[in-house]
Structure formats: structure tokens, C-alpha cells
């Protein structure tokens, strides 16, 4: 039952559409799932993307994602990765499928000579946390995360 880490390819893009909404599920943000199949191929396959995704697969059968971008730190003067998503289906967790896109991704990043590979996690979600503390991630207590969307983003662009 061998994990193969790969690309994700537009032929998968109806399968990330899946894992996205599964992971809001999860979350208990379905009802924020704007996605569609088609936005999902323009903005991680479209000419112009700046996303990439990772699919993961046991026995050619997808169980799970990673959704990704770089990002770009100031004070190093280099390029960072940023995890925006990474999600396991419930029959595939255990199995070592999360840390093998993590290891993937570091690999990416070191790769691309990134000073830093970052994500945020819900402060609920104990199993993925365990997760992260248990290959040496560590969290950015001292900084706190801020958001302008929908109305409000319009609103204050405009003024």
C-alpha cells in the first residue's frame, strides 16, 4: 500500500473540488465553499496561476491534497513556501499520508532555495497540530492573522 506524491494536472481538478469541500466539512465552513470546477482549473492550472497542488495517492487512488504557493519574506530576501491547504480523507489518516506531503513540500522548498515553509492551522484541530509539533513545526504565537473579504474588502478599497 505504497504513497505516491505527485503534481496535481488539470484531469485532477474535479478531485481537488472534492477534497476542498470535504475539508470545509470538516471544518465546519461548508457553506463558505465558493470553488467551482471551473474556478478551481483557471486559478491552479490557468495560464497565470501562481498555485500549485500536490495530489497523494495509495494504490492510484487519490486520498489526498496539498495546495500551495510561494510567498516572499522581506527580511530573508527570499522566497518562502506557504501551505494554504492540506487535506487527508478520513479512510486514508494514519497511514502517513499528510507527513509524506509535508516532506514533499519541504523538499520543494528547499528545492527552490525557500527560507521558510509556513501554513496555519484551526487552534481546534488537535490532530493535525499533533502533527506539526511532532515533525519539529513550531506556531508564530507572537503574530496574529488578519483578513479583509467580500463586502468589507470592496468597502474599503472604494473609500
Known sequence: MALIIREAVREDTATLLGFIRELAIYEKAEH??????????????????????????????PV????????????????GLYLEDLYVTPKARGLGAGKAMLKRLAAIALENDCGR????????????????????AEPMKEWVRYRLAGETLRDFAES
Do not use: H, K
Open 117 to 136: 515553509f509556513e501554513w496555519s492551522v484551526l487552534d481546534w484541530n488537535e490532530p493535525a497540530i499533533r502533527v506539526y509539533e511532532a515533525i519539529g
Open 32 to 61: 463558505e465553499v465558493a470553488a467551482t470546477v471551473e474556478t478551481i482549473r483557471e486559478s491552479i492550472f490557468g495560464r497565470d496561476s501562481v498555485t500549485r497542488a500536490l495530489i497523494c495517492e495509495q494504490d492510484g487512488e
Open 64 to 79: 489526498g491534497m496539498a495546495i500551495w504557493f510561494f510567498s516572499y519574506s522581506t527580511w530573508q530576501a527570499r522566497n
